[in-house]
């Protein structure tokens, strides 16, 4: 991605963001979240802006995304285990890498690798945070301040049918090309639930100038839906969903390749474009990129 629409995308961000987590803002609840979505699962609430998730196994830990990274993650994951922490990026978009400096090593698909070394550096993280947190200062007690002489982590490729063998856990990356190139899902078979990033959300956004073709993210789509390894989708904005939710966001994406839907004309800070929606799967997308 060009440096001048890195740029664009993360002023966009910062002030999409903005409304998302203003509503979050009170002083009896903690910025790092934490709630039990699973056994030895749980997604961690980023003051409003997004999901991460943690997944313990009998020898390791693996922390999915770092979130916008103005708070101390690790003090929220020792309260819920003790074992190490392996971490993985789901893609690319700064709020949910912002905290991989925080980590020696973090594990992405490569596709992604450039637009991670950019939004996850302490300069984006400081503008990109304060601006989808709703201007809201982070409490003392939990926040994190990169060290003057801070090192990025290292990037460790992460592409399809890598297995994170967590002990007693397995969870494997499958390949999610869409809403950016080097978008991933972990799947945890065992357990049933698929940990989806940007790809599963009731509102997927297919405009961005990184996303790829309409008609690309349909084949991923359909892909998924022909698994019968999960049931679950925790997503990386929002509440878990059922797996009938990519059906739906299946039949969205097929209205817009065959004319059907035409979609309305939707504004954002990130750009235009057209949305359509189907039950509850809306996508925001670019009619010169469908494919």
Not at 6 to 26: C, D, H, K, M, N
């Amino acid at each position: 991605m060009k440096t001048t629409t890195r740029i664009g995308f993360l002023l966009s961000l910062t002030l999409v963001g903005a409304g998302l987590a203003a509503a979050q803002e009170t002083a009896s609840v903690p910025w790092l979240l934490a709630s039990s979505v699973g056994e030895k699962v749980w997604r961690i609430d980023d003051h409003g802006a997004d999901n991460m998730y943690l997944v313990a196994g009998t020898e390791k830990a693996l922390l999915i995304d770092t979130g916008l990274g103005r708070a101390d993650i690790m003090k929220v994951v020792r309260t819920l285990t003790p074992l190490p922490v392996v971490v993985v990026n789901t893609h690319g978009h700064p709020d949910h890498v912002g905290g991989n400096a925080q980590f020696a090593e973090v594990h992405a698909h490569p596709a992604d690798f450039d637009q991670i070394h950019f939004f996850s550096s302490p300069e984006q993280v400081a503008r990109i945070g304060a601006g989808m947190s709703g201007g809201a200062e982070v409490p003392e007690a939990e926040r994190w301040q990169a060290a003057p002489d801070q090192k990025p982590a290292t990037l460790v490729p992460a592409e399809d049918g890598y297995v994170f063998d967590l002990g007693g856990r397995r969870l494997e990356v499958i390949a999610v090309p869409g809403h950016t190139p080097g978008g991933i899902c972990l799947l945890d078979k065992d357990a049933r639930l698929l940990f989806t990033g940007d790809n599963d959300n009731t509102q997927e956004w297919m405009f961005l100038e990184q996303s790829t073709t309409m008609a690309r993210y349909l084949k991923t789509l359909e892909a998924l839906a022909a698994r019968t390894d999960f049931d679950t989708l925790l997503p990386g904005h929002g509440l878990a969903l059922d797996k009938g939710f990519i059906d739906e966001q299946i039949a969205c994406a097929k209205s817009i390749l065959d004319g059907s839907c035409p979609g309305e004309p939707f504004k954002t800070f990130a750009g235009e474009g057209r949305i359509c929606s189907h039950k509850r799967a809306a996508i925001v997308f670019n009619p010169d990129r469908l494919r």
